[in-house]
């Protein structure tokens, strides 16, 4: 009698690793975001319908790489519908797996910084929960805020102030409140709501203090100062708003820096603070 056939060897899943590349211009991908897409990974890139455009493929293209021929397209519709999102999901993640039961690392293109508002880390829980022993790397990123406070030759914050970055799908209520809780409010998603956020910030006459940023640091980029140039026209999904309140009451600082006893004049302390 022939002995059983052996038990096929558990494949040795690759790393899924989540390769930030900046907003837009290729220069701001990072070394080490750069050495990822060279380091022989099959590349994945995420689209919004299957065989449409990807941006953050553009991105890399963009950079003068070759996209990889075995490059595959992950889809994540943009849709509240959330059967076929769940369903658009579930796809993705076993498409992800069973590319990474191949034994080779796949790297995941992703806009901007991976662990902002990223598809990456809702693919990497999804996958994670299917095989919890695969390996995730996230390779950080410029987000697209910062690139958006370099173009428009803002500072996102500085010395004591308080920032929030928020999704501007909370609303004009919630932005009014938060405006006096922050030195700096970055919205988000700004596309459907611009309108009303412009009549916001007219009503607080913050609009000197504000910029509008559109594909930071794509070949398309729009960074507009003056806020009234926008009322009625459409915007692109990819822009946002940085708002900053001068006129804010602060708060009393309990702890921090200021607090300390000042440093002795020469000593490396002070020379950092300075
Ligand atoms: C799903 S989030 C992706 C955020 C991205 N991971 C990041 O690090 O900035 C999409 C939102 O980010 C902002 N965004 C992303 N890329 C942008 C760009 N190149 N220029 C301006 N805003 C951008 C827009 O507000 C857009 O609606």
Redesign the pocket.
């Known amino acids: 009698m022939n002995p059983p056939p052996a038990a096929p060897t558990p494949a040795r899943f690759g790393r899924l690793i989540g390769v ?1 590349l900046g ?2 211009d290729p220069e701001l991908i990072t070394r080490r975001g750069w050495a990822a897409l060279h380091s022989g990974a099959r590349w994945a890139y995420p689209v919004k319908k299957a065989e449409e455009s990807s941006y953050a493929l553009d991105i890399a293209r963009r950079g003068g790489l070759a996209i990889p021929a075995d490059a595959v397209e992950l889809v994540f519709p943009m849709t509240r519908d959330a059967v076929a999102l769940a369903r658009a999901w579930a796809r993705a993640a076993a498409q992800t797996v069973q590319l990474l039961a191949e034994g080779r690392d796949l790297a995941f293109l ?5 662990s ?4 990456f880390r809702h693919l990497a829980r999804a996958v994670r929960e299917l095989v919890p022993e695969i390996t995730v790397d996230t390779i950080a ?1 410029v ?3 910062a ?2 406070a370099a173009v428009a030759d803002l500072a996102l914050a500085e010395e004591d102030e308080t920032m929030a970055v928020i999704p501007a799908a909370y609303g004009v209520e919630v932005i009014d409140r938060l405006l006096d809780e922050f030195d700096t409010l970055v919205l ?4 459907p709501l611009v309108d009303e956020i412009l009549e916001l910030l007219e009503r607080r006459g913050l609009t000197a203090t504000s910029c509008f ?6 070949p398309e980029e729009r960074v507009v100062h003056d806020l009234t140039r926008l009322r009625g026209e459409k915007v692109n ?4 708003l940085l708002v900053q309140n001068p006129k804010r009451a602060r708060g009393e600082l309990r702890r921090g820096c200021r607090e300390r006893a000042a440093p002795a004049a020469g000593s490396p302390a002070a020379a950092i603070d300075a």
């Open positions: 930030s907003p837009g992703v806009e901007g910084d991976a902002t508002y990223s598809t990123g987000s697209s805020f690139a958006a988000m998603k700004v596309k940023v559109e594909k930071v640091g794509a999904y990819l822009s946002l």
